[in-house]
């Protein structure tokens, strides 16, 4: 007869590091929230400061974790692959996601009843600050936020809920709850961009947390996300 399972450490530890990240990500967003006058869209001067702030507080915490733990930032699943298969693959993902929340937005506009119409005023009034950020700092905007936020979701989050959830690193449903846990994460943390920008995250986080999962790597969603940010901020600077 064989005894009781005996914990696994590195799964604990796992989850400790996740829990911990995730209250310093949550507690930015409520300091976030109060701090800003309400019925105010963000200006170019909160975007900045918020992400300088947030990005900046988000990396210390993890590099912390790692620290603590005696971990390398190797773990992150930042890996050596040839450009063109990241951009390559980078480009199949930026596809991939403007598909999936194409998708979220039809179910959201039809579930809630909002017309296409309402939905494109809603997003425009939520970025509205977006569209007044000086054209140099659109090109730097995008690459930081697209390097540490998938950094902390795609790389921290991903691997950490993985290992937390499962003691077989190749547990396909391991992957799959740690993509979609991850991806909840990455959408409350794009709460500012109200209802539709949230869902639209949520599918855009599906994604890419597959193309990381996918791909063991990624690089090639640090591409895509840079790809969409930029795309996004031009269009939104001079449509």
Same mark, same amino acid.
């Given at each position: 007869m064989?005894g009781p399972?005996?914990?696994?450490?590195?799964?604990?530890?796992?989850?400790?590091?996740?829990?911990?990240v995730a209250?310093?990500?949550?507690?930015?967003?409520?300091?976030?929230?109060a701090a800003?006058?309400?019925?105010?869209?963000l200006?170019?001067?909160?975007?900045?400061?918020?992400?300088?702030?947030?990005?900046?507080?988000?990396?210390?915490?993890?590099a912390?974790?790692?620290?603590v733990?005696?971990?390398?930032?190797?773990?992150l699943?930042f890996?050596?692959?040839?450009?063109? #298969?990241v +951009? $390559?693959w980078g480009?199949?993902?930026? /596809?991939?996601?403007? *598909?999936? &929340?194409? @998708?979220?937005?039809?179910?959201?506009?039809l579930?809630?009843g909002?017309s296409?119409?309402?939905?494109?005023?809603?997003?425009?009034?939520?970025?509205?600050?977006?569209s007044?950020?000086?054209?140099?700092?659109?090109?730097p905007l995008?690459?930081?936020?697209?390097?540490?936020?998938?950094?902390?979701?795609?790389?921290?989050?991903?691997?950490?809920?993985?290992?937390?959830?499962?003691?077989?690193p190749h547990?396909?449903?391991?992957?799959?709850?740690?993509?979609?846990?991850?991806?909840?994460?990455?959408?409350?943390?794009?709460?500012?961009? #109200?209802? +539709? $920008?949230?869902?639209?995250?949520?599918? /855009?986080?599906?994604? *890419?947390? &597959?193309? @990381?999962?996918?791909?063991?790597?990624?690089?090639?969603?640090?591409?895509a996300?840079?790809?969409?940010?930029?795309?996004?901020?031009?269009?939104?600077?001079f449509?």
């Amino acid at each position: 007869m064989s005894g009781p399972t005996r914990p696994d450490p590195r799964r604990a530890r796992a989850a400790l590091q996740a829990l911990v990240v995730a209250a310093v990500l949550l507690a930015l967003l409520a300091l976030g929230e109060a701090a800003r006058p309400a019925a105010r869209a963000l200006s170019p001067r909160d975007i900045a400061q918020g992400v300088a702030a947030g990005g900046g507080i988000l990396l210390g915490s993890i590099a912390v974790m790692l620290a603590v733990f005696r971990e390398r930032w190797s773990t992150l699943g930042f890996r050596r692959e040839a450009p063109a #298969a990241v +951009l $390559g693959w980078g480009l199949l993902g930026l /596809i991939a996601s403007y *598909l999936l &929340a194409g @998708a979220g937005t039809v179910v959201y506009g039809l579930a809630a009843g909002v017309s296409p119409e309402q939905l494109a005023a809603e997003k425009t009034a939520a970025l509205s600050g977006f569209s007044e950020l000086p054209p140099a700092l659109i090109l730097p905007l995008s690459l930081f936020t697209g390097t540490y936020e998938e950094l902390v979701f795609r790389g921290f989050f991903i691997s950490r809920l993985r290992a937390a959830l499962s003691r077989n690193p190749h547990d396909r449903a391991a992957a799959a709850g740690a993509v979609v846990l991850t991806s909840a994460l990455f959408a409350v943390g794009h709460f500012y961009q #109200a209802t +539709l $920008g949230v869902v639209q995250t949520f599918a /855009i986080g599906l994604a *890419l947390g &597959a193309l @990381a999962v996918r791909r063991d790597n990624v690089w090639p969603c640090v591409v895509a996300h840079a790809g969409i940010n930029l795309i996004g901020m031009l269009a939104l600077r001079f449509a």
